[in-house]
T-cell receptor, first 112, second 114 residues
């Protein structure tokens, strides 16, 4: 699975959009981008994933660049409850290779 | 409600003792995983199982053992050979569907050494 690079931490004002970047310059053509988040002392929670098209669900939007070497997770209206560590992961979608590498992630602080 | 149940939430181990962490899922997922998380760090894969009666070592399997006798259950034993077992342990499950491999996590077990 390709390696990802994320900033260590970010701040965001409550009610504003939080834009979390991720670099995955060695991503392969069949690797998906996944985002999870982990609120303190809980298990990680799936947010969204995509292959090459932008994706949106009830939690967030995922913007993937045309060359697929980077992506951005967007939380459109951040709340205090969005304070968490956000993990960007790339992995093959539907073949073997169950190893998933969760790096240190980005610690997002949403401030009132 | 469907999900992953880990127990206990907190566990204490004495020196030289083996302890077993429980993980049960009712999501009908084929694959299950155990991760270890140290303070301020990401998750590291200990063991994973793609199907009943089969499991594979992850990146840090030494000092740990698992079994997968039932689809719903994937217990992790932390043996006395694991010299630094204090950590947060997370169990997850997943299935392949439509190109997705979304992992669903339990609430975790926090293990400490007395």
């Amino acid at each position: 699975d390709a390696k990802t690079t994320q900033p260590t931490s970010m701040d965001c004002a409550e009610g504003r959009a939080a834009n979390l970047p991720c670099n995955h310059s060695t991503i392969s053509g069949n690797e998906y981008v996944y985002w999870y988040r982990q609120i303190h002392s809980q298990g990680p929670q799936y947010i969204i994933h995509g292959l090459k098209n932008n994706e949106t669900n009830e939690m967030a939007s995922l913007i993937i660049t045309e060359d697929r070497k980077s992506s951005t997770l967007i939380l459109p209206h951040a709340t205090l409850r969005d304070t968490a560590v956000y993990y960007c992961i790339v992995r093959v979608g539907s073949t073997g290779g169950f190893k998933t590498i969760f790096g240190a992630g980005t610690r997002l602080f949403v401030k009132a | 409600d469907g999900g992953i149940t880990q127990s206990p939430k907190y566990l204490f181990r004495k020196e030289g003792q083996n302890v077993t962490l429980s993980c049960e899922q009712n999501l009908n997922h084929d694959a299950m995983y155990w991760y270890r998380q140290d303070p301020g760090q990401g998750l590291r894969l200990i063991y994973y199982s793609q199907i009943v009666n089969d499991f594979q070592k992850g990146d840090i399997a030494e000092g740990y053992s698992v079994s997968r006798e039932k689809k719903e259950s994937f217990p992790l034993t932390v043996t006395s050979a694991q010299k630094n077992p204090t950590a947060f342990y997370l169990c997850a499950s997943s299935t392949w569907a439509g190109g997705k491999n979304i992992q669903y996590f339990g609430a975790g077990t926090r293990l400490s050494v007395l």
